[in-house]
């Protein structure tokens, strides 16, 4: 996952091991627009769960 500033870095780690063959490695930007970060100290709260439908659609087998 990458956000705000630490976007581009995480998004060149999982390049770098895309490229090294490791299909395994994805990238998910959180875009935190709308969101209503009522979690615990300003975090996102459950309401703002964008994760689990990203997580579904990979080739898991879960």
């Known amino acids: 996952m990458g956000a705000g500033q630490y976007a581009g ?3 060149q780690v999982v390049r770098t091991r895309n490229d090294a063959g490791d299909s395994r490695v ?8 709308g969101l209503d970060f ?4 300003w975090c996102y ?3 703002d769960d964008r994760l689990t439908s ?3 659609g990979l080739p ?3």
């Open 54 to 56: 990203f997580i579904a």
């Open 38 to 41: 009522l979690g615990c100290d």
């Open 9 to 11: 870095h995480v998004q």
């Open 26 to 33: 994805r990238y998910w930007l959180l875009d935190d627009s």
């Open 60 to 62: 898991t087998g879960w």
């Open 45 to 47: 709260s459950a309401r």
